[in-house]
Every structure is written in C-alpha cells, then in structure tokens.
C-alpha cells in the first residue's frame, strides 16, 4: 500500500503563504484524483482540494482563489500552494487519495 509523508507546515502570520508536500512511497500516477483535506481541533476532517491524472482541480468555497493544488507524477509528489492564510486555516494537513495509507499530516498555524 502506498503510504504518504506531508511536510512543509509551520507558524505564520494571517496574510502569509506555505507551500505542502506529499511524498508518497510508491507511483501515483494512476491515482485518481489525489486530494488535500485537513482537520482543525474538536472538528471533523474537510476536503480542501483534489487534483485528477488529467490536471483538473477542484477547491472548498472556503479556500477558492487562495490555495492551487498540483501534482508530479513523476516526483510522485502532491503540492498545495497556500497563500493569503487566515486564522481559520490552522489545522493539521494531510493528502490523499485512493488505496492510500493517511499520514501523520502537517500542522499549520495561522496566526492573526
């Protein structure tokens, strides 16, 4: 089973930018699509954005026209892009997809 390692969390300030990464340990190419979903304290876990094989991308209202999401398949590696973060985006973040394995995540802080 492909199992996933997410990196690039940290602490910034409201209006700042983080860039994720995905690390899965085996091909994604075929997986279809691939998604980063997060989950913030005593709530349950969202969808945040998914990706297809083919490129195409879907986005919560609540993250429209701030975060992109994208992949390399021949990095086998899912990025999302962060920008313009609020408060309300604190939360642990993780990808995946399916017949994936769920990671440890990454925590993302934003402060205001």
């Known amino acids: 089973q492909v199992q996933v390692v997410e990196s690039g969390g940290g602490l910034v300030q409201a209006g700042g930018s983080l860039r994720l990464s995905c690390a899965a340990s085996g091909r994604i190419f075929s997986i279809n699509p691939m998604g980063w979903y997060r989950q913030a304290p005593g709530k349950q876990r969202e969808l945040v954005a998914t990706?297809?094989?083919?490129?195409?991308?879907n986005y919560a209202d609540s993250v429209k026209g701030r975060f992109t999401i994208s992949r390399n398949n021949a990095k086998n590696t899912v990025y999302l892009q962060m920008n313009s973060l609020k408060p309300e985006d604190t939360a642990v973040y993780y990808c995946?997809?399916?017949?994936?394995?769920w990671g440890q995540g990454t925590q993302v802080t934003v402060s205001s």
């Open positions: 990706v297809t094989t083919g490129g195409t991308t």
């Open positions: 995946n997809g399916a017949g994936i394995s």
